[in-house]
């Protein structure tokens, strides 16, 4: 069982790569923005669960709780600025 | 008991104080500066005193025995740095009184904080006896030094954002050798760590540790190919902040740099060809330096660059590997803090009253400042090295090891560098003394300014002459006797 | 035999110093020059107080500083020194009632600044006379460049500017460049730098270390204007007349000599040179000097300029008896330094005092003037036959003892320049007295009645003429110094 | 070649953070514009923690938190990951936020003297103004 | 049978990450992205949390704590999650990004 | 210029790697840096100072110097963020005023504020003309926000025994603040914590750290000996350290927050401290 | 243990580091730089290091990258590399 949530683990850790690929490539700032909040919530599991997988999960889950919102603070601001200057970019 | 950590707790405390004082009672701003300067030079003299009769202090932070808490040590050496850090910091101080007070209107809060943050962090630097420590500090000194120089108009941000960006690089690769240490000895205690280091094997890894220190601390310094930031964040800035930050920031710098090289590192642990590359990198320096300095035409700027070629007089001086350059190289740190102090002072208080500071801008200043321009002469006579003013003596040990060891391309670059000197001072003087100050030019000498200043000049001769006094009860004890 | 540890070295230096707070808080020009004579006499005094002692063959010393190890600053009074310093403080007094009178009457700008500087100026001569050691020595040589440039540039347009920067530029490119190496060398060497009778001792540097050492020294002290580095001399004639005779006769050049001297004498050694045959390349040096400066003053017509190529030349004499390395050489280049600076110091107030009454500078335009400035040009004769050497002059017992001193080593060839270089300057020098007293003048300017400069113009080359004179029948004080000296 | 794979494989962490170093450093000499200087110079500080963390590592251990601290018993310094490193990074972490905060600041000023973040064009702004 | 659960549990909220990635990865715009990645990420993370929520019962023995905290997480999550994604559409639609309109359907209207 | 740079980079890369040579393997239990102090640190500390959390016991207790400086360099961070870009006062007062109606949505600019009374339930003053976020982001975000606030609350209170403390907490507590900006609008958020409270509070955090550095020298002790605290609460040695750390890092945590509120503040509106992000 | 979730985030930090200092405009270099700190946060936790981790989750993901915006916001995204 415990083989099981690490391979969670990195089958999770594999996922990640397709929203990074998003986040990378692009094309518009939208993309990439949600290309880190599906990191974000990718990592808010993968912390619960390298939590269990040291077995210290009270420890982690402090972190993941932060995590998430710090990364819904993050992307609040980010289409906060294209709400207010997304407009001017795209025109010029 | 707590003379050590009192030098520099006046200044922290004061700092939080002025930014209540900011926002209560704005008038208490100044004078709780000045105390806080005040009380933390007291205490420096009391320190040096009390070091001078029973010799190097230590003082657990905390409570904590070293190797496991934060340390300071005080030797004779560094207790003179941390007497003439706070010094000179009172003296800017004094003399700016006018433009701290009305130049910052709301702000003169956060800058008379930030100024005691930084004086605090360069005393830190040299009390400190641990590595990690140490970068905090530097950290500390570093950041309030950017914000001190990058406020300003024009081209300031834009220096001190470069800067920043060479200092954080400079501070993170001392901060990389210092983990390279860690993970080869497992402390961080500088005499804890010079104790392991000198049993563990020399190895590769160990050379590779020093070099990065040492590379790192060469880029904070202003060592000659990492010095583009220097010239533009002292040229550029408010006079307050140059004149405060040029005495000091490259200075301990340079003083960290000698206590790792005779406190820390042994000698077996530096890698043998660093000392070579130091003396090449110094003597360029001092070309580059006073080739550039030759070309500024604003003062400032070229006294910036002069700057450049004063260090590698000292990171010369410190890998010559003699008793006497290294005397030479620790001596230059107060003979130059205090001719820069000087320099600085001086042109602060002429850029007052004439502006920019390029040649034109100083016709007749003899005659209408006479006080500031005698003390701007003692400055500029100790940086070309004329006895008996302190600049001279420290060169002189910088030549004598030089000659010692057969470093003869460096001592030509302090004699070069001397008479480049000779030309770019005297055509200053020669600009303030013959030609007439024009019509609209309205002069003010204020005794609140000119007292710093006479202090900071007489300073000059008064240490020139007490050099073998500094050299024989400051420096003299702290060099091992391993280096002859 | 003995020392005596007394701060009277320091307080005679320091004589002059005094006067400067009180020249420049001064308003009136009069309280201003009793300033300066008030100190140029204490001066005296103070000099002349330490005579007997120093005659007696003791020494004074005082410690002001130990700065470095085995080089403090300090002072210490000995025969030769005693003889530059009184030759100096002798002198000021006179310049100063000569510089009173040329700018009063050439009514000048500045005055306040002039008469402070020239204080300082003095402060350092004596200071370097007095100095114990290389360092202290060094210090007051470089502080007297710097406090004579703002003499040298008095006249603050473009053409003394660059004349103060060619000054500055050489007096202290070679004393940074050359000096300050040289004497971290021989520190480094020997770790002392104090003036000692024997100097290095034979063995202790090699000689070509040895031999780059003297030449930079030799070469470092500028202000002595051996050839190559003479360019500065001729260039700061631009400054005003008691300038200039402060250059030539009192304070700069006689510093320069006066450093060599001691170098050869106290730092290297005489033995340590005449043994390595170093000391050939003194006298060459000063050989060469003395003929070639000698045939360019033949053609200068400039006065000022003229007289500053025979300084170049005179001075050659000092450093050629310091580089003879025998007690009567030495003897008679110390006298030289004050034979020299009383003749050289009447001519050049003389020329002033030309310049004052006529405004005119150029030889050429000197026809006829001695009847109209008879007394000037009586003190110019004398002058000039001092320098020439001819005996009723004290130019001549210097130039006696140089000619003994060439004679007792067998060097002939010296000896011959020396008498060449002789007639040389009767060369240069008798056509302008020729002129004044034989030529009718050109023009009607020169003719008319008696026309003297003001008193204080005319009675300072008075006095130095006379004492020119007085020093051929009653030498002694100089004499014996020197001699002590150069034993 | 086996020394080597045994080197990278031993010690893949500290060359990672190399890599990650030199991107930094890369971006900081190469990158003309402010902001980009200043990812890279975050860059450049994260590479140095986490070469400091992986000092701190441990093989078989556990987070530096104690387990059942409540029990006395002997604590075994096998168990538990070396915490001082962690300790340094805070601090540093700290100063790279500080660092990056008043460099924006900063830069905002630049941005308000010159109206451009780029460096070359900055520079060219000074020159002919 | 708790085991089970959580198997089913934690696969399938990889199979809900998987979807919303490939969706993320194959979908022509940003608001067709936005809409996979808003629903299937978020069921996904509070399905895969639930899982470890129960494997928290069964095998490292957490505290009520740990697994209130883990819930509290889950109900951040539930909360925020479409909250910013609908932030993110909005911040498209007012930064002007128009959505795309599939060409068949296009050609079909006309 | 790119060149040069990759050339600089990879000697650089080529010679740290280099040296690595010596080090200890990866995760090697017995080398020097796993010995030396950090053995002492994970056996001793906990006697030492009742404090589970290693990192916390040594962050705050053994190199506490090293976070009171650390607290200072936030703390200076946020000076010199208004030290370079805070305007002036005069400077900040906008020529128009915005005044939006609260129910329809609509903006009305005026040149003049004194018209429109300030405590109008129908129009409220905002900073400019930009849209607000929606009700949905709005009334998630008010909602979230004091559930933030109280997790870095407790973040900061619970360091001893998770990871955490004054410095996450504080960051967690002004990220609530940040959000709240970001919802809402700048003012909104100054109007909670003024300049002036944020930069009292930031001083006083690092006060209250530095006051308990000098009781402990008022005692008798060193500076920041937390033992001092011992003698006046009558407890024992070790909790008289864990109630020191716990003073320090609330006073970290009260620095943290005010001073990257006043950061966020000021980058994000110009100095200006009226409209931002 | 873990090594491979070390090692794959390595992978995806160096690789968001690279994308980072590339991306066309400094919007989407502040976006990817919190991407690369949430890399980061997951290989200290993978090191155990979790206080390190809480820190740099705080500051990289929230607080530096909101900085980062409102800079950006401030001045210009635009960029030439």
């Not at chain 2, 006294?303 to 001086?317: F, H, Q, R, S």
């Not at chain 2, 006579?381 to 001279?392: E, R, Y």
């Not at chain 3, 510093?255 to 106290?266: E, K, L, N, P, S």
């Not at chain 6, 958020?189 to 002036?196: A, C, D, G, K, S």
Request: with cysteine; glycine share 8%.
């Amino acid at each position: 069982m415990e083989s099981f949530i690490l391979y969670l683990g990195i089958v999770l850790m594999g996922i990640m790569v397709l929203p990074l690929y998003r986040a990378v490539v692009g094309p518009t700032t939208l993309d990439r923005l949600m290309g880190m909040n599906a990191i974000g919530s990718k990592t808010v599991a993968l912390i619960v669960i390298i939590g269990l997988v040291f077995d210290r999960v009270d420890m982690f889950v402090d972190i993941a709780l932060a995590y998430a919102m710090l990364n819904f603070i993050a992307v609040l601001a980010a289409s906060r600025y294209l709400h207010k200057r997304g407009r001017r970019d795209t025109a010029s | 008991m707590h003379d050590v950590v009192l030098t520099i707790l006046p200044l922290l405390f004061g700092s939080f104080l002025a930014i209540l004082a900011g926002w209560t009672r704005s008038a208490l701003v100044y004078p709780l500066g000045v105390v806080a300067l005040a009380l933390s030079t007291g205490f420096c003299v009391k320190l040096l005193l009390g070091v001078l009769s029973t010799g190097t202090a230590t003082y657990l932070l905390g409570g904590w025995s070293p190797p496991w808490g934060i340390v300071f040590v005080i030797d004779t050496f560094s207790a003179g740095m941390m007497l003439l850090i706070s010094g000179s910091a009172l003296l800017t101080y004094l003399a700016f009184r006018a433009e701290i007070i009305e130049g910052f209107a709301e702000k003169t809060a956060a800058f008379v904080a930030l100024l005691l943050l930084t004086v605090a962090g360069h005393m830190g630097i040299v009390a400190t006896g641990d590595l990690f420590n140490l970068y905090v500090l530097i950290e500390v000194a570093a950041l309030s030094g950017y914000a001190l120089l990058g406020y300003g108009s024009g081209r300031a941000p834009l220096a001190s954002l470069n800067y920043l960006c060479v200092g954080s690089v400079g501070a993170s690769l001392y901060l990389l050798g210092v983990g390279y240490l860690y993970i080869l000895t497992g402390t961080l205690n500088m005499a804890d760590l010079a104790q392991i280091m000198l049993a563990a094997p020399v190895t590769a890894s160990l050379h590779g540790a020093v070099a990065v220190i040492l590379f790192g601390l060469w880029v904070k310094m202003a060592l000659f190919p990492f010095h583009g930031w220097l010239p533009g964040a002292y040229a550029m800035s408010s006079p307050v902040a140059a004149a405060l930050l040029a005495p000091l920031t490259t200075k301990v710098m340079v003083y960290v740099v000698i206590r790792l090289l005779i406190g820390v590192i042994p000698g077996a642990a530096i890698p043998e060809a660093l000392p070579d590359v130091a003396m090449l990198l110094g003597t360029a320096a001092i070309f580059a330096g006073s080739l550039m300095a030759y070309r500024q035409i604003d003062q400032r700027r070229m006294i910036a660059y002069i700057l450049v070629a004063e260090v590698g007089y000292m990171v010369g001086g410190m890998f010559i590997g003699n008793r006497t350059a290294m005397t030479g190289a620790m001596l230059h740190i107060f003979a130059d803090a205090l001719m820069t102090l000087t320099l600085f002072l001086a042109l602060g208080s002429i850029a007052r009253q004439r502006g920019e500071m390029v040649l034109a801008n100083m016709r007749g200043l003899f005659r209408t400042m006479p006080f500031t321009m005698a003390a701007f002469v003692l400055g500029a006579m100790s940086m070309i090295g004329v006895p008996p003013l302190f600049g001279f003596f420290s060169k002189w040990y910088l030549l004598s090891g030089a000659l010692e060891s057969g470093q003869y391309l460096f001592m030509v670059g302090l004699l070069v560098s001397s008479l480049v000197n000779v030309v770019l001072f005297f055509r200053i003087f020669e600009t303030a003394f013959f030609d007439e100050p024009g019509e609209s030019v309205r002069d003010i000498e204020h005794w609140s300014r000119v007292t710093p200043l006479a202090v900071a000049a007489v300073l000059l001769i008064v240490a020139g002459l007490s050099s073998g006094l500094i050299v024989d009860r400051l420096i003299a004890g702290i060099i091992p006797a391993s280096l002859i | 035999m003995y020392s005596i540890y007394s701060i009277q070295p320091f307080l005679a230096v320091a004589a002059p110093l005094a006067a400067v707070p009180g020249i420049l808080s001064s308003r009136s020009p009069n309280i201003r020059e009793a300033w300066s004579f008030a100190a140029a006499l204490l001066l005296l005094g103070l000099v002349a107080c330490m005579v007997p002692a120093v005659v007696a063959g003791h020494t004074y010393t005082w410690v002001v500083a130990n700065v470095l190890p085995g080089a403090p600053i300090a002072f210490r009074v000995d025969a030769f020194g005693m003889l530059f310093a009184l030759v100096a403080s002798s002198l000021w007094v006179v310049t100063t009632l000569y510089s009173i009178g040329y700018m009063r009457s050439k009514n000048e700008h500045a005055q306040t600044r002039f008469f402070g500087y020239f204080a300082v100026s003095i402060f350092c001569a004596v200071g370097v006379a007095f100095s114990a050691n290389l360092l202290t020595m060094y210090l007051f040589y470089e502080l007297l460049s710097f406090s004579t440039y703002p003499l040298v540039a008095h006249h603050q347009n473009e053409e003394s500017r660059k004349a103060g920067r060619k000054y500055l530029g050489f007096i202290v490119g070679t004393s940074i460049g050359l000096v300050l190496p040289a004497m971290v060398a021989v520190h480094h060497f020997m770790g002392t730098l104090d003036f000692a009778a024997g100097g290095i001792p034979l063995g202790a540097i090699d000689p070509t270390t040895m031999t780059v050492l003297l030449c930079l020294l030799l070469f470092g002290f500028a202000k002595a204007a051996l050839m190559p580095v003479h360019v500065w001399l001729p260039a700061a004639m631009v400054a005003p007349t008691p300038v200039s005779s402060l250059l030539h006769a009192v304070a700069v050049v006689k510093v320069g000599a006066f450093c060599i001297m001691r170098v050869v004498t106290d730092v290297f050694g005489v033995e340590t040179l005449s043994a390595l045959h170093l000391n050939d390349v003194v006298t060459g040096a000063a050989a060469v000097t003395m003929l070639a400066a000698s045939l360019i003053a033949l053609s200068q017509d400039g006065l000022k300029r003229r007289l500053a190529f025979s300084t170049i030349g005179q001075l050659s004499y000092i450093v050629l008896g310091a580089g003879l390395v025998t007690a009567a050489g030495l003897t008679g280049g110390m006298l030289h330094i004050a034979m020299h600076a009383f003749g050289k110091i009447t001519l050049f107030f003389c020329a002033g005092a030309i310049y004052v009454a006529t405004g005119e500078k150029y030889i050429s335009r000197l026809n006829g003037i001695g009847y109209r400035m008879p007394w000037t040009m009586t003190a110019f004769l004398i002058g000039s036959l001092s320098i020439i050497g001819i005996p009723p002059t004290g130019g001549f017992l210097s130039k006696w003892y140089l000619l003994n001193g060439c004679i007792d080593t067998g060097q002939w060839l010296l000896a011959l320049t020396l008498l060449a270089s002789s007639l040389l300057n009767a060369a240069y020098f008798l056509p302008i007295v020729y002129r004044a007293w034989f030529c009718t003048p050109d023009q009607a300017q020169h003719a008319g009645p008696m026309r003297e400069a003001p008193l204080a113009c005319i009675v300072p080359p008075l006095i130095t003429a006379t004492i020119t004179v007085i020093l051929f029948f009653y030498p002694y004080p100089f004499l014996n110094l020197a001699r002590l000296a150069a034993n | 070649m086996e020394d080597f794979l045994t080197q990278l494989t031993s010690k893949y962490n500290f060359w990672a953070y190399i890599v990650l170093m030199m991107v930094g450093l890369y971006a900081m000499i190469a990158k003309g514009n402010l902001i980009k200087k200043l990812i890279g110079l975050s860059i450049f500080q994260t590479a140095i923690m986490l070469f400091y963390v992986a000092i701190g590592s441990k093989a078989g251990a556990t987070i530096p938190i104690l387990r059942d601290h409540t029990l006395k018993g002997v604590i075994d310094f096998v168990e538990y990951i070396n915490p001082l490193p962690h300790v340094l990074m805070l601090t540093a972490i700290v100063v790279s936020v500080a660092t990056l905060g008043v460099a924006l600041a900063l830069v905002l000023r630049v941005y308000d003297v010159h109206q451009t973040l780029e460096e070359d064009e900055i520079l060219e702004k000074i020159k002919n103004p | 049978m708790i085991e089970t659960l959580v198997i089913f549990l934690c696969c399938a909220g990889m199979l809900l990450f998987l979807g919303g990635m490939i969706g993320i990865l194959r979908l022509p715009d940003a608001y067709t992205r936005l809409h996979m990645a808003g629903m299937l990420d978020t069921l996904g993370l509070l399905i895969l949390l639930l899982g470890l929520v129960l494997y928290g019962f069964l095998h490292a023995p957490m505290s009520l704590l740990v697994q209130f905290k883990i819930l509290l997480l889950w109900g951040f999550v539930l909360v925020t999650s479409p909250t910013a994604t609908h932030a993110m559409v909005d911040a498209g639609v007012r930064a002007g990004l128009t959505p795309w309109v599939q060409p068949d359907a296009k050609r079909r209207r006309k | 210029m790119k060149k040069t740079a990759l050339l600089a980079v990879i000697l650089t890369g080529a010679l740290l790697i280099l040296s690595m040579e010596n080090f200890p393997s990866w995760g090697d239990v017995q080398s020097p840096a796993s010995l030396h102090l950090s053995r002492h640190f994970i056996e001793k500390s906990y006697e030492q100072t009742l404090t589970p959390n290693l990192v916390t016991a040594v962050l705050g207790d053994y190199r506490g110097f090293d976070t009171m400086l650390e607290t200072v360099v936030v703390f200076t961070a946020a000076l010199a963020c208004f030290l370079v870009i805070r305007l002036p006062r005069d400077v900040c007062t906008p020529g128009l005023f915005y005044y939006r109606h609260t129910r329809t949505g609509l903006v009305v600019r005026k040149h003049d504020a004194c018209e429109l009374p300030g405590e109008n339930p129908t129009f409220e003053r905002v900073d400019s003309d930009w849209p607000p976020h929606d009700v949905v982001v709005v009334s998630t975000c008010r909602m979230v926000i004091p559930f933030i606030q109280l997790f870095g609350l407790y973040v900061v209170a619970h360091g001893h025994y998770s990871p955490g403390g004054g410095f996450q907490g504080g960051v967690i507590f002004a990220a609530s603040y940040v959000l709240l900006a970001v919802s809402h609008d700048l003012r909104t958020l100054v109007h909670r914590l003024n300049e002036r409270v944020t930069h009292l509070l930031s001083a006083a955090g690092v006060l209250l750290f530095f006051g308990v550095g000098l009781f402990g020298m008022a005692m008798g002790l060193n500076f920041l000996d937390y033992g001092a605290l011992e003698g006046v609460l009558g407890m024992s040695l070790a909790s008289g350290h864990s109630l020191g750390i716990l003073l320090v890092e609330i006073g970290v945590g009260m620095t943290v927050t005010a001073a990257l509120v006043i950061i966020f503040k000021l980058l994000s509106s110009r100095g200006t401290v009226t409209e931002g992000l | 243990m873990i090594w491979e979730i070390k090692l794959l985030a390595l992978i995806l930090v160096i690789v968001c580091a690279i994308a980072a200092i590339n991306a066309k405009d400094l919007l989407s270099a502040a976006v990817i730089f919190g991407i690369y700190s949430f890399m980061m946060c997951v290989q200290w936790l993978a090191m155990g290091a979790v206080d390190v981790a809480f820190t740099e989750a705080a500051i990289g993901a929230g607080i530096s990258t909101a900085l980062m915006l409102a800079a950006i916001f401030r001045t210009s995204r635009r960029t030439k590399d």
